[in-house]
């Protein structure tokens, strides 16, 4: 589709070139969703913009920032012996020496699943330790909580019967808090001087508006949560430059059909149920305060952190992949030289090559082969 051929389209197009003419300097907006890029690549957002204004992808893909280290984690406890349920496109990202799916190749029991609750069936129907490498943001790790609050209410009301109900089941907890890594990038975690942030459409029907407030306002940056038509993208852009030429910054929801003002409460009780706050690295990221989920001590027990001791395993970057200067903005999948060579979505050398949200994955698919 020619993005140029419905009128509301080209209007907030004319708007764009309007206001980046009135602001006058080089803008950098970031979002971090890769359903946006999708829709960016897709509709060649980026030839339509103003030579002024760049979009650029940020930490977006759950799977990429997703460490090295956790993957190897996960590739561990393989080894020793546990079943691993896991997403399919984790089960591609490659670890240090070898991937999950390597490793199933080698005999290891690895199960591709869709789910949290797939993975618990799996648990339920064998005498092996089952562990469930979970991933995501603000919109998975409801789903995780509630599987874990239906099991631990299962053992709490079955703990004093001669039921069994040791369930050999536990999550390798991936899972990533958004709005903070936002922060930090604002705070100077990127090299890139960021003016602000198109706001990720699906953890924000979560989050609703207010996690974005704080660093909206501590950085004077502009946020704006978009849908993902091509629409939303541009309109998105249109309310953030329109913020930057009138020197404000604040908080706006252009995806208003999808996101409400408190984000879904019954998913953040959810949420806060069963996990707090905790400090993680992202990977290309050093350890971003409150960037992950913790279990709460009330179910530790399905922490498989807890039940193990994990040997001290070091972050390594396959040679040659600048995933980490990716996810924080600073390059473009472009920028590798293995880019298309070496690495593809079949012979992947870095998680951005991996996940349909990766930004290596999406401008291969879209062939931005430039
Ligand atoms: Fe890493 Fe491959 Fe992307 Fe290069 S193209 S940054 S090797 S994932």
Redesign the pocket.
């Known amino acids: 589709m020619d993005i140029n051929s419905k009128p509301i389209i080209k209007k907030a197009i004319d708007k764009i070139s309007d206001f980046s003419k009135e602001i006058d300097r080089d803008v950098k907006i970031m979002h971090v969703c890769g359903s946006h890029e999708h829709t960016i690549c897709n509709y060649g957002i980026r030839d339509v913009l103003p030579k002024n204004i760049t979009v650029v992808p940020g930490p977006g893909c759950p799977v990429c920032v997703t460490t090295q280290k956790e993957i190897d984690e996960a590739i561990y406890l393989a080894e020793e012996g546990y079943t691993i349920a896991t997403l399919g496109d984790m089960y591609r990202v490659p670890g240090s020496d070898k991937s999950l799916m390597q490793l199933q190749s080698e005999g290891a029991d690895i199960r591709v699943v869709s789910g949290i609750p797939e993975a618990v069936k799996i648990a339920k129907t064998t005498d092996k330790k089952v562990v469930f490498v979970a991933i995501g943001f603000e919109t998975t790790a409801p789903t995780t909580a509630a599987e874990l609050i239906s099991l631990k209410s299962r053992y709490d009301s079955l703990k004093n019967s001669d039921s069994d109900n040791n369930l050999d089941f536990y999550i390798h907890n991936c899972h990533r808090q958004t709005p903070p890594v936002m922060d930090f990038l604002l705070g100077g975690g990127s090299k890139l001087n960021l003016d602000g942030f198109i706001c990720p459409g699906h953890v924000s029907t979560i989050t609703g508006l207010e996690p974005y407030y704080a660093p909206c306002e501590k950085y004077h940056a502009p946020m704006v949560i978009a849908g993902f038509e091509p629409t939303d993208v541009l309109m998105s852009l249109v309310m953030l430059l329109k913020q930057i030429k009138d020197g404000v910054a604040k908080v706006e929801n252009e995806y208003i059909r999808g996101v409400r003002e408190q984000g879904n409460v019954v998913a953040q009780k959810m949420i806060n149920t069963v996990f707090k706050d905790k400090d993680v690295a992202w990977r290309g990221f050093p350890v971003i305060k409150n960037g992950g989920f913790d279990l709460k001590d009330e179910f530790k027990q399905y922490d498989i952190k807890n039940i193990i001791d994990m040997p001290e395993i070091k972050e390594k970057i396959?040679k040659?992949?600048?995933?980490s200067e990716?996810l924080r903005g600073e390059k473009l999948?472009t920028d590798?030289?293995?880019?298309?060579k070496?690495?593809d979505p079949i012979n992947?050398?870095?998680?951005?090559?991996?996940s349909d949200e990766?930004?290596?994955r999406i401008f291969y698919k879209y062939k931005k082969l430039m």
């Open positions: 396959n040659g992949c600048i995933c990716i999948p590798c030289k293995l880019f298309g070496a690495c992947p050398v870095g998680s951005c090559m991996v990766g930004t290596c």
